[in-house]
């Protein structure tokens, strides 16, 4: 769109500095840069993966950020997932009515493993959970897990245990 003749001779001048410092920059965006993108639809955008917290150091304040990050878009597209296997599920349900039971078998097991494993990784969190809250979390259960067993199992017992207690 041409611009309109100028008014004043300030006017003048404002428009040719500025035709100055943004013509090679807009020259250079449409006639390099867009040509050479690829484009897709932003629904479909792939972000790359960051370092997880554990891989940060303590005091490197981008790559904490850039993991919490992380695991907010995991945590949302984990809980996506979740209400895209109940939706699933309750549409069997409601589709199969009679015979749900044994139709819709294999949906609310797969849902049950699912919400199962999202509780192991982000359950208890609370509001706030960050990469390293998870993170710790993730270790404590596996410390709990190398003490005494898998956690849902009952706690091992050891023989000194038994002889503790009055046994032979």
């Keep these: 769109m041409p611009e309109a003749p100028a008014r004043n001779p300030l006017d003048s001048f404002l428009n040719a500095v500025q035709a100055t410092i943004d013509g090679p920059v807009t020259w250079f965006r449409e006639k390099v840069v867009e040509p050479n993108r690829q484009t897709y639809p932003w629904y479909h955008q792939k972000f790359r993966r960051v370092p997880t917290i554990d891989q ?9 950020f850039e993991a919490n990050q992380q695991f907010k878009r995991d945590k949302m597209v984990d809980n996506e997932i979740l209400a895209i296997l109940r939706q699933r599920f309750e549409d069997c349900v409601l589709y199969e009515q009679p015979d749900h039971e044994r139709k819709c078998r294999s949906l609310l097991d797969t849902y049950e493993k699912a919400s199962e494993n999202w509780f192991i990784k982000y359950g208890d969190l609370g509001g706030y959970a960050n990469a390293k809250t998870a993170y710790m979390k993730q270790k404590h259960r ?22 503790a207690a009055g046994g032979h």
């Design 56 to 64: 940060c150091y303590t005091d490197d304040a981008v790559c904490i």
């Design 142 to 163: 596996m410390i709990w897990e190398r003490r005494h067993g898998p956690v849902g199992t009952g706690m091992k017992t050891t023989g000194d245990d038994e002889t």
